[in-house]
């Protein structure tokens, strides 16, 4: 199978939005149509992998008896596939002759002289969070007893929780590229008495260099806001924060 086999049958296959954590610069191309399709899935992988993309397979836990993990996706950097036709909804730049609307407008009024609805972005949009994990069983353990979310959803690949209102996505990665700072954090009314309810759920509360802690491992902020880290088992870095 040559390149542009390759290239044409990866971009005539509809790319997954929101599967799996990857940068905005590449594309999640499901798996599936192309073990449908009867090609040969080496050529594919060894393709993708030229070009700086990798193959997102089953967690190892899930692997089959001989030890084979199931292809889930091929992550494509976009600028290697082919130009697809714009959505209906792809997003348009305002023409230069329309006045811009005023921050904070809102969505049904006025836009210019156009008589099209102002657009509000995300202003109004609700938030979702995501965690990767190379352990999902683990995660949705920690996530579900230790931090007492609420399951709401769950896949071979995925499972999802309420978390005070926001969807929090936990996602099965092959391996987690763990950042040196917070990536999801809550906002509680009484750190002391949080940290109460959740240390014996087995939840272990971080100490960080150069910052002074009681001995809760809470940080007093000179403004007076309390901050508490702890770690998830992919040690992913978590905060709990009373302003």
């Known amino acids: 199978m040559d390149d542009a086999a390759i290239v044409a049958l990866l971009s005539r296959i509809e790319p997954s939005e929101g599967e799996i954590p990857k940068p905005p610069f590449m594309a999640a191309i499901p798996a599936g149509p192309v073990l449908e399709a009867g090609v040969d ?61 005023p921050l904070g407008a809102p969505a049904g009024g006025p836009s210019g002289g156009s008589g099209a609805p102002v657009v509000p972005g995300l202003a109004s949009a609700t938030p979702m969070a995501f965690i990767a994990t190379s352990d999902l069983p683990a995660a949705r353990a920690f996530y579900g007893h230790g ?59 971080e100490r960080m260099d150069g910052i002074e802690q009681d001995e809760l491992g809470i940080w007093s902020a000179p403004g007076g806001t309390l901050v508490a880290w702890f770690k998830d088992p992919d040690a992913n870095l978590l905060s709990l924060t009373q302003f």
Do not use: N
């Not at 967690?59 to 697809?84: C, M, N, S, Y």
């Open 147 to 205: 931090l007492g979310l609420a399951l709401t959803g769950q896949s071979p690949i995925a499972c999802t929780f309420d978390a005070g209102g926001t969807t929090l996505r936990v996602v099965a990665v092959e391996r987690v590229m763990v950042a040196p700072y917070t990536v999801l954090g809550w906002t509680v009314a009484d750190l002391v008495a949080t940290i109460g309810d959740l240390a014996p759920r087995g939840v272990d509360f």
């Open 41 to 101: 899935v080496d050529a594919v992988d060894a393709w993708v992998k030229a070009r700086g993309g990798w193959t997102h397979r089953t967690p190892a836990h899930l692997a089959r008896p001989d030890g084979e993990r199931e292809r889930l996706f091929f992550i494509v950097p976009k600028g290697h596939l082919q130009t697809r036709g714009a959505a209906p909804s792809a997003y348009k730049p305002v023409p230069a002759s329309r006045p811009a609307a």
